[in-house]
């Protein structure tokens, strides 16, 4: 069994969706102890936007491809065959500026391959058959009934940016991980606190045998 385990937060020992990635890993290889992890960080390496030098590899015919494409290319299916190899890819998703960070749409990006990731024929994906978990983190609330209901737009877009790959997302999500920190939050606390403990409960079960979730 294999991991790829990919953080985006860029707020290094203060993340907590980092925190909650790291649990999920320790909670995997609990469940998996010959299991291996690759690691990704797009928060500390991001990877290259797709720009008009390279970002034009996937529609041009590969012995056209300027030294620029190539590398790109290249890049793309070295992403590619990250998922492919795993049996389960595990995300950290915060948001930033209500949708998600510019590292993942990146990484989304150069995942959207022709004849790697999707047919180009039948449009089929063929990342899909494995697990992908997603930990999302919201600073604020983002519930039905709060001021800001709607405004995420990073747990609705992912599904929607990966459908050509065949990848579905679980999400697995934390509200107000600002309430903490921020003094006009702090009457917030126990729900950021009980949103947490569910989280990381949810973590916690996410591997354990059917018999012992019952």
Do not use: C
């Not at 860029?10 to 995997?28: D, F, N, P, Q």
């Not at 999500?173 to 126990?190: D, F, G, K, R």
């Amino acid at each position: 069994m294999h991991l790829l385990h990919i953080d985006s937060s860029i707020r290094g020992e203060w993340s907590v969706s980092r925190r909650l990635t790291a649990r999920a890993v320790t909670t995997w290889r609990a469940a998996h102890p010959d299991g291996t992890v690759t690691y990704r960080d797009l928060g500390s390496a991001p990877l290259p936007h797709l720009d008009s030098a390279g970002g034009l590899a996937r529609m041009t015919p590969a012995d056209q491809h300027t030294p620029e494409q190539r590398e790109s290319w290249e890049l793309s299916e070295q992403l590619v065959d990250e998922v492919k190899q795993a049996d389960v890819v595990l995300l950290g998703l915060p948001l930033y500026n209500y949708g998600a960070p510019s590292s993942v749409k990146a990484w989304v990006d150069h995942l959207i391959v022709p004849g790697l990731a999707y047919d180009l024929t039948t449009q089929q994906g063929l990342l899909g058959g494995r697990e992908f978990v997603v930990l999302a983190t919201r600073g604020g609330g983002y519930g039905e009934n709060t001021p800001r209901n709607g405004w995420d737009h990073a747990e609705p877009w992912l599904p929607h940016g990966l459908s050509m790959t065949g990848l579905q997302p679980r999400f697995i999500s934390t509200e107000l991980t600002l309430a903490t920190s921020v003094p006009a939050m702090a009457e917030l606390i126990p729900l950021h606190e009980a949103s947490l403990a569910a989280t990381e409960e949810e973590i916690d079960n996410l591997w354990l045998p059917a018999s012992a979730q019952l």
